[in-house]
């Protein structure tokens, strides 16, 4: 079931104002353009930014993801009619044969366990074309990016236009092994009201993630450094063989 933060209207509404840089998405648009796809599947694609991003530039694309209220900021955007909006999860979708499957914004962490983990890996194994790519990142866990999630590290205020002001925070709620929780707290000064989302990630090391993949029948080709955050996420490039 979808986080609060993408689920609830109010909440996914403000997404993208929170959260408005989102130069992250152009090492992805590079790969896009460095593997030469022609057509995308966006796994976890939320409020659609990068969905949108990529039909700019004339590839067919597909963004999926389990919580209405992302998809419908999505189809509100510029351009969102040159997408194909499905809601639901990667593990129902029939074999597409894309060029490339994508997840961004650390959508692989949300698989908490092994068997969910496994099966969204074969259902993008499935939806590619023979010789198609599977690139997604992970934080790293060395890192121990959960130190920040704290309310003196994580408060801002932000003006949000036919919002207004709303105050957001992160606070850590507990670290048990390779599982992280946390909650955002949102604070709406038009009428008071304080809406939070509860999330847990799993921060898998380099070697689980790669014999996972390998696994289920991807070659992993590359690990690379997200541009924007060196030392902190991973980049796993894997390829269904022809």
């Not at 694609?45 to 992302?70: N, Y």
């Not at 990142?137 to 036919?162: C, F, I, K, Y």
């Not at 925070?169 to 939070?196: E, I, N, Q």
């Amino acid at each position: 079931m979808p986080d609060p933060i993408f689920a609830e209207r109010r909440l996914a509404a403000i997404y993208d104002p929170l959260d408005p840089d989102r130069s992250d998405l152009d090492a992805y648009l590079a790969m896009a353009d460095e593997f030469g796809a022609r057509s995308v599947l966006d796994v976890g694609c939320g409020t659609g930014t990068f969905a949108c991003l990529l039909a700019e530039r004339g590839l067919a694309v597909i963004g999926m993801d389990p919580a209405a209220a992302s998809l419908e900021v999505a189809r509100a955007k510029p351009g969102a009619d040159r997408v194909r909006w499905i809601h639901g999860y990667v593990t129902d979708l029939p074999a597409l044969q894309v060029d490339l499957v994508t997840m961004t914004a650390n959508v692989a962490q949300v698989f908490l366990t092994d068997e969910d983990w496994t099966a969204v890996l074969r259902a993008a194994y499935a939806a590619l074309r023979p010789g198609g790519r599977l690139v997604f990142e992970t934080r790293d866990p060395a890192a121990r990016a959960w130190l920040e999630w704290n309310h003196d590290r994580s408060h801002q205020r932000t003006v949000v236009p036919g919002v207004g002001a709303v105050e957001s925070w992160v606070d850590l709620l507990g670290v048990h092994g390779d599982l992280v929780s946390f909650r955002g707290s949102y604070v709406f000064a038009a009428d008071g009201a304080r809406l939070t989302s509860e999330s847990t990630l799993r921060f898998r090391h380099r070697d689980e993630v790669s014999t996972g993949l390998t696994a289920t029948g991807f070659a992993v080709r590359d690990v690379r450094q997200a541009p924007d955050r060196p030392g902190r996420e991973m980049v796993f490039v894997a390829q269904r063989p022809d």
